[in-house]
């Protein structure tokens, strides 16, 4: 455990360099992206020299990493306002998303999965299997324009979109856990059918113990060490797949603003949400990382 908090500060500046060293290698000219083809010459070498842009990548990166040391990330040409601030008043909403997302997945999908295993051959566990795998194969960029179709539109029960109250997160989050709760619902069965087969939850079974003993006191515990590091996994594609889900509903975090800035293309905004989501990702791996060492006794000796 203390070998992977001690690799967190390379971790973290290595996807520092892959962010800056991507950005950087897209080709074109961000700058006369940013002004257009028709901007003068001297307007574009002054805005090249007012971003750093014509200093070598090396020193360029150093300035990055000395200003994201005091918090400055640059200046946003759309907003007319610093990246760190732009960035400060959207990423709760971002958070507020993932995590109504990620809660609703596991309320969903580590039950049922539960469930199908429990059941495993009869009806309920082929009814489970085959919504999963339904649940797998929609894309949110179809499931949420169908969900507002369905209950904003047609039921008029909840908002289109936009953030104010709860009901305006149902359908965002919704759409967005639907894909993680299927990936859980079926690991989640292949986790516990693997541990309900182990010789020592037999013997527990033939010594008198409950059926619900036996799977809350023992087969739960030793079946989510995988599933853990799946979510931690997850959770960080959770941001990934933000930027589509905050677009369809108008949602006002990083993901929407991220393509507002590349639609301006605002440069300095790109970059800063493109960080955040990385550095954002990092941090729920390592997470997950620690979580699944602290179920799992037995991973404890190589953290």
Same mark, same amino acid.
């Given at each position: 455990? =203390? ?44 805005? =090249? ?8 990548? /090396? ?30 008043? =959207? ?19 580590? /039950? ?23 649940? !797998?194969? !929609?894309?949110?960029? %179809? ?13 008029? %029960?909840?908002? !289109? ?23 859980? !619902? ?34 739960? /515990?030793?079946?989510? /060490? ?24 108008? %949602? ?41 060492? %602290? ?9």
């Amino acid at each position: 455990m =203390r070998r992977r908090l001690l690799l967190l500060p390379a971790t973290l500046l290595g996807a520092l360099a892959l962010v800056f060293a991507f950005l950087h290698l897209v080709p074109g000219d961000p700058v006369e992206v940013m002004l257009g083809e028709f901007a003068m010459p001297a307007d574009v070498e002054s805005m =090249r020299r007012g971003l750093g842009l014509d200093r070598p990548l /090396p020193e360029q990166f150093f300035r990055f990493l000395g200003g994201l040391a005091v918090g400055d990330l640059g200046e946003s040409i759309a907003f007319r306002a610093p990246v760190a601030r732009v960035i400060a008043e =959207r990423y709760p909403a971002t958070i507020e998303l993932t995590v109504a997302a990620l809660l609703l997945a596991l309320l969903a999908g580590v /039950p049922l999965g539960v469930l199908a295993a429990l059941r495993q051959g009869s009806a309920t566990d082929g009814v489970i299997r085959g919504v999963s795998l339904l649940g !797998v194969c !929609v894309p949110s960029v %179809w499931l949420g324009p169908l969900l507002i179709l369905i209950f904003s539109v047609r039921l008029a %029960w909840l908002p !289109v979109s936009g953030r104010g109250s709860i009901a305006h997160l149902v359908l965002p989050a919704t759409t967005l856990a639907l894909g993680m709760a299927a990936i859980l !619902v079926r690991l989640t069965r292949a986790s516990m059918l693997a541990v309900l087969r182990d010789a020592h939850l037999q013997t527990a079974t033939a010594k008198g113990a409950s059926a619900y003993r036996t799977v809350t006191r023992h087969a739960l /515990p030793s079946a989510l /060490p995988p599933v853990a590091t799946v979510v931690g996994l997850q959770a960080g594609a959770l941001l990934a797949g933000a930027i589509v889900t905050e677009t369809v509903f108008a %949602w006002p975090g990083i993901g929407r603003l991220l393509v507002q800035a590349i639609a301006a293309r605002d440069y300095p905004l790109v970059q800063g949400c493109v960080l955040v989501v990385a550095v954002t990702y990092v941090i729920m791996n390592t997470a997950a990382d620690l979580l699944v060492a %602290w179920l799992d006794p037995r991973t404890r000796e190589h953290a």
